[in-house]
């Protein structure tokens, strides 16, 4: 006895979405964590503890106490990196 194509496709086709619709429950389910918003070091304000530091296009070197820091132009087609310490105090 074969088995019937049309049947055994039903079949499949409803236990595809008996499936589908329990995984949505559980993903409903599902609690999401609130957004934690990095600290943002600017080229200008420096990392804490260092003297000179660079994001490759931009070179900073802190100023005397009380001072801003000292830094360089960005160039004309650079693509800043990650802020990193060339110096530490």
Known sequence: MRPN???VARLVLAMTIV???CHAVAAADLSI???IVPKDVSIQ???PNCTRWTDE???CTRGASGQPPVCSNIGFACQPKVIRCLGAQ
Request: hydrophobic share 25%; charged share 5%; with cysteine.
């Open 19 to 21: 499936m589908a619709g």
């Open 45 to 47: 304000t420096s990392p």
């Open 33 to 35: 964590p609130p957004r």
């Open 57 to 59: 296009c931009v070179s």
């Open 5 to 7: 194509h049309g049947f």
